[in-house]
Nanobody, 123 residues
Framework: QLHLVESGGGLVQPGGSLGLSCTAS????????VGWFRQVPGRQREGVSC????????IYADSVKGRFTISRDNDKNMVFLRMNNLKPEDRAVYYC????????????????WGRGTQVTVSE
């Protein structure tokens, strides 16, 4: 069993930046691809980005390309999402998830999920 905990959410003004972290409970995170998703009430969860287990492959949703950067530190069992130039439409609960592949970054690819961290972008 792998437990994931997200942190780093908060309130930021449009144009600002936030860094999210996803910390795994076990030292086995390096076996897994990790994805970031986000969800707003009443809407489906959206894949934002994912990174392969080695870190050499990444995927980004078109809506965040050029603004968000995913990275990982397998020695620390952590994955990061750096979010720059945030927009009001980035407001959501952000979740990290772990699974065997980073291919399409859809929910069905992931086996383990964190509980999420709220990101609010507002004046």
């Amino acid at each position: 069993q792998l437990h994931l905990v997200e942190s780093g959410g908060g309130l930021v003004q449009p144009g600002g930046s936030l860094g999210l972290s996803c910390t795994a409970s076990a030292s086995t995170l390096h076996y897994y691809a990790v994805g970031w998703f986000r969800q707003v009430p009443g809407r489906q969860r959206e894949g934002v980005s994912c990174i392969s287990n080695s870190g050499d492959s990444t995927i980004y949703a078109d809506s965040v390309k050029g603004r968000f950067t995913i990275s990982r530190d397998n020695d620390k069992n952590m994955v990061f999402l750096r979010m720059n130039n945030l927009k009001p439409e980035d407001r959501a609960v952000y979740y990290c998830a772990a699974g065997p592949y980073c291919v399409r970054n859809v929910e069905s690819e992931y086996d383990y999920w964190g509980r999420g961290t709220q990101v609010t972008v507002s004046e």
